[in-house]
């Protein structure tokens, strides 16, 4: 018998594919409609805690009083951003951005970002005007960098009916351009495009007289356009936000990212201290680092140790995981605990009762994971009860007594005022800021958001430390000093390259914010299953 095959005939699906270039063809969006792009769980993660701490950077400018968008706004930012290693963010803030390939995936990764945020910041009333201030401030930040070009092909791509005057209109009502267009020339001001609308729209430029009125009408120039475009944006936000506040629920039904959407706003997006890359610290120099280069929270905790010889759990895990930061090997740290200790109890409870919690801490024992040291973010929100010394005494403490500590440490009245002016309005990082710049006779006012980012910087400014960057590799390795106590570390530290540190620290922190993940899956996560 013989058989044949009968062929199916083929039909060939033709896929589209859109170029990143036709989904993001902008460095300013509206966003609004969300991405429809496949991410891996982890690109989901990393994109989450990126533009986390690109907008807590606009948070902080805010909170140094400086004038949004203004010479010394930009400087700080600027500066900030190339600090945190978002310079593709900074470059699509400014006119010479977004013409690159690595800017348009940085248009890509701006999108996404925001979506993920909203379903962080969705939770909450205070959650939601936070995010929605930043991404205004964000959105001003960007659109400013646009050129005269650019915002009319914005506003055609976003149906906003409003169209540049021509000259013979400009003419019409030239004198009282001239006359409200303020900090501009004759000459500049005649090169500005001024765009005609409603005055109900402008009401912020009318209340401030930034633009001519005649007839019911608002002449505004470009520079102050995004009154207008950034009302509709922040309607935009915030529609957005209570979409995805009504499928809370349904996200959270997945254990890969409900834990840390929950946990994101408290999250500690610094520099990794899990390990310390330099040089031990001896326990003998702890009283003296606890005077001039320890933040107010963990000199407490020193003097509280060595005046009364016990500290509770609270104060163990803060001071004990902050020692592993700065360079007390683990060693040290047993000898450090060991002898304060016994001077109220002997030996054999020591060892029963305290000696595994440090080996914990240390990954030696246990589920063998090298406890993080806290950040400030953390230690401002635990709360500290009566006996404890840790926690933020910037926020723990009455003024009064927080006054008195500040005076016993050397502060002049008026140097104290300066720090409560901060502590009084809740800002507490900016107020330690403070005090490590008067503490230090330092020009510039550091910004402080991990007690190991304080000593560090103190360190370095001292002279015991060299600031490290993330440029290229030092051509040849430095000698580091012989300390006694200081535990082997020829596999780290053998060859003193900056490059692979600068690796190995993102890795460990990917690795740390995702602990707080139940479970680790290789799926890759579909935008499109969750509605906004």
Avoid at 137 to 150: G, M, P, T, V
Avoid at 212 to 228: C, E, M, P, Q, R
Wanted: glycine share 6%; aromatic share 10%; with cysteine.
């Amino acid at each position: 018998m013989e058989f044949h095959l009968k062929k199916r005939p083929r039909h060939e699906v033709k896929v589209e594919v859109v170029s990143l270039e036709t989904k993001y063809p902008s460095n300013v969006m509206m966003y609004h409609y969300p991405p429809t792009d496949d991410i891996h769980i982890e690109e989901f993660e990393e994109l989450a805690l990126e533009r986390l701490r690109l907008l807590r950077i606009l948070e902080r400018a805010g909170t140094k009083n400086l004038r949004l968008l203004s010479d010394e706004w930009k400087e700080y930012v600027g500066a900030e951003l190339t600090r945190e290693g978002l310079r593709s963010y900074l470059r699509l803030c400014s006119p010479a951005g977004g013409k690159h390939e690595s800017d348009i995936q940085t248009r890509r990764r701006d999108y996404i970002s925001h979506f993920i945020l909203r379903l962080a910041y969705c939770r909450s009333e205070e959650l939601t005007r936070w995010f929605v201030a930043r991404e205004m401030e964000l959105f001003r930040y960007k659109f400013a960098a646009l050129s005269s070009s650019e915002v009319k092909q914005f506003l055609d791509d976003n149906n906003f009916d409003i169209h540049p005057l021509t000259e013979a209109q400009k003419d019409e009502v030239k004198d009282g351009l001239y006359e409200s267009t303020a900090g501009q020339s004759v000459a500049k001001i005649e090169l500005l495009d001024f765009y005609k609308v409603p005055f109900t729209q402008v009401l912020d430029l009318v209340r401030g007289r930034r633009c001519y009125l005649k007839a019911g009408f608002a002449y505004v120039n470009t520079h102050d356009l995004v009154s207008i475009v950034g009302t509709r944006q922040q309607e935009e936000i915030e529609q957005g936000l209570v979409a995805a506040n009504g499928l809370v629920e349904e996200v959270e039904g997945d254990e890969r990212i409900s834990r840390m959407l929950k946990a994101l706003h408290n999250s500690y997006t610094g520099k990794d201290y899990t390990v310390c890359r330099d040089a031990a610290v001896p326990i003998e120099s702890l009283d003296q680092l606890s005077k001039t280069s320890m933040p107010l929270c963990m000199r407490m905790c020193h003097e509280h140790i060595r005046a009364q010889h016990h500290v509770k759990h609270g104060g163990r895990m803060q001071y004990g995981l902050f020692l592993k930061g700065i360079g007390v090997t683990l060693e040290d740290s047993l000898r450090f605990w060991r002898k304060e200790f016994t001077k109220k109890m002997d030996a054999d409870k020591f060892a029963r009762s305290y000696e595994y919690n440090i080996y914990h801490n240390y990954g030696k024992k246990g589920s063998m994971v090298n406890y993080t040291p806290y950040s400030c973010a953390k230690i401002i929100k635990d709360m500290a009860a009566p006996g404890d010394c840790h926690g933020c005494p910037y926020k723990s403490m009455d003024p009064s007594s927080l006054k008195s500590k500040l005076t016993s440490y050397g502060l002049s009245p008026s140097a104290i005022d300066e720090v409560m002016y901060f502590v009084s309005r809740g800002h507490y990082q900016i107020g330690c800021g403070k005090y490590f710049q008067l503490t230090h006779n330092s020009t510039v006012e550091p910004t402080i958001n991990h007690p190991n980012n304080y000593f560090e910087e103190s360190q370095i400014l001292m002279g015991n430390r060299q600031k490290r960057t993330n440029g290229p590799a030092a051509p040849k390795a430095r000698a580091r000093p012989d300390i006694k106590g200081h535990g082997d570390r020829s596999m780290l530290m053998g060859q003193d390259d900056d490059e692979l540190w600068r690796i190995a620290e993102t890795q460990e922190r990917i690795l740390q914010s995702q602990k707080d993940i139940s479970e680790a899956f290789n799926d890759d996560l579909d935008l499109t299953e969750i509605e906004y």
